[in-house]
């Protein structure tokens, strides 16, 4: 890709995209620039990938860019773009990985008819297994798409959706490590109590949810089809699905990502009403 990309704030995230980017061939070093907020964090962001990077220099990497990546958190999204709007024109590619920040509110300070992304990346891009969803306004041209979709799919697995459903995006692939992490924590008490050692139960829980994860994506069959292709007429994971149907374990899951969704949706509404007054 012959682009110039400004990330803005290479924490954990915007430094993730950076290797993925430049371990995938999406850019060379010489075409990113990043932006951190300490000289000290600036040589080790610069060591680390062989990029150009600033501290608190957000205008002047944004200058001579071609993509600019907004990598920082959805209250200081609009105070980054008023500091950089200036320098931004219609010719460059807005993505924003605030997803609680609408492109209505991005486009309102930014104050530019540009091409923006939104997108929703996990924390496992850090491991270049992520999950990204991506939504966009009408100015993004199939092009834009295409180079958008490959900056993400360098960290895993990219997806487009509508904009009104990314709050259902963050619920789900957003906060969902969360919920896995829960589970394999769990699967390693249970293993202790029943007199597994630590270390044997963590290596046997966190494999079998990346094994059974991968079935899924491999196999593309449903997970109810993979689930009781381990199920024996009265075996033993008959009897421990029995317990976790009796616990809702399902309808908590659930429960539990309608309600994240509608705390994203409530977010975004004091976001807007904040930057209103």
């Given at each position: 890709?012959?682009?110039?990309?400004?990330?803005?704030?290479?924490?954990?995230?915007?430094?993730?995209?950076?290797?993925?980017m430049?371990?995938?061939?999406?850019?060379a070093?010489?075409?990113?620039?990043?932006?951190?907020?300490s000289?000290?964090?600036?040589?080790?962001?610069?060591?680390?990938?062989?990029?150009l990077?600033?501290?608190?220099?957000?205008?002047?990497?944004?200058?001579?860019?071609?993509?600019?990546?907004?990598?920082?958190?959805p209250?200081?999204?609009?105070?980054?773009?008023?500091?950089?709007?200036?320098?931004?024109?219609?010719?460059?590619?807005l993505?924003?990985?605030?997803?609680?920040?609408?492109i209505?509110?991005?486009?309102?300070?930014?104050?530019?008819?540009?091409?923006?992304?939104r997108?929703?990346?996990?924390?496992?891009?850090?491991?270049?297994?992520?999950?990204?969803?991506?939504?966009?306004?009408?100015?993004?041209?199939?092009?834009?798409?295409?180079?958008?979709?490959?900056?993400?799919e360098?960290?895993?697995?990219?997806v487009?959706?509508?904009?009104?459903?990314?709050?259902?995006?963050?619920?789900?692939?957003?906060?969902?490590?969360?919920?896995?992490?829960?589970?394999?924590?769990?699967?390693?008490?249970?293993?202790?109590?029943?007199?597994?050692?630590?270390?044997i139960a963590?290596?046997?829980?966190?494999?079998?949810v990346?094994?059974?994860?991968?079935?899924?994506?491999?196999?593309?069959?449903?997970?109810?089809?993979?689930?009781?292709?381990?199920?024996?007429?009265?075996?033993?994971?008959?009897?421990?699905?029995?317990?976790?149907?009796?616990?809702?374990?399902?309808?908590?899951l659930?429960?539990?990502?309608?309600?994240?969704?509608?705390?994203?949706?409530?977010?975004?509404?004091?976001?807007?009403?904040?930057?209103?007054?």
């Amino acid at each position: 890709m012959d682009q110039r990309i400004a990330v803005l704030g290479a924490g954990n995230m915007g430094a993730a995209l950076i290797g993925g980017m430049l371990k995938g061939g999406v850019a060379a070093p010489g075409q990113v620039v990043a932006t951190v907020r300490s000289e000290e964090r600036a040589r080790a962001v610069s060591e680390k990938f062989g990029i150009l990077t600033l501290a608190g220099e957000n205008r002047r990497a944004v200058e001579n860019a071609d993509v600019v990546i907004l990598s920082v958190k959805p209250g200081t999204l609009p105070k980054v773009l008023a500091e950089v709007r200036e320098a931004l024109h219609d010719r460059q590619v807005l993505v924003s990985l605030a997803a609680a920040v609408p492109i209505a509110l991005i486009e309102q300070v930014a104050g530019k008819h540009l091409p923006i992304f939104r997108a929703m990346p996990n924390i496992p891009v850090v491991v270049e297994e992520g999950a990204t969803a991506i939504a966009c306004n009408p100015r993004c041209s199939v092009e834009h798409r295409q180079m958008v979709r490959s900056i993400f799919e360098a960290v895993g697995v990219a997806v487009f959706v509508d904009e009104e459903l990314m709050h259902a995006v963050t619920a789900l692939s957003g906060s969902g490590p969360a919920y896995v992490y829960m589970v394999i924590e769990a699967m390693i008490a249970g293993g202790l109590k029943m007199g597994l050692s630590r270390e044997i139960a963590t290596r046997l829980a966190e494999q079998t949810v990346l094994g059974a994860a991968k079935l899924v994506r491999e196999t593309e069959l449903h997970p109810a089809v993979l689930r009781d292709q381990v199920i024996t007429p009265g075996g033993v994971t008959i009897s421990a699905i029995h317990e976790l149907e009796r616990h809702g374990l399902r309808a908590m899951l659930i429960s539990a990502i309608e309600t994240a969704t509608r705390h994203s949706e409530d977010r975004m509404r004091a976001l807007l009403e904040k930057n209103r007054t």
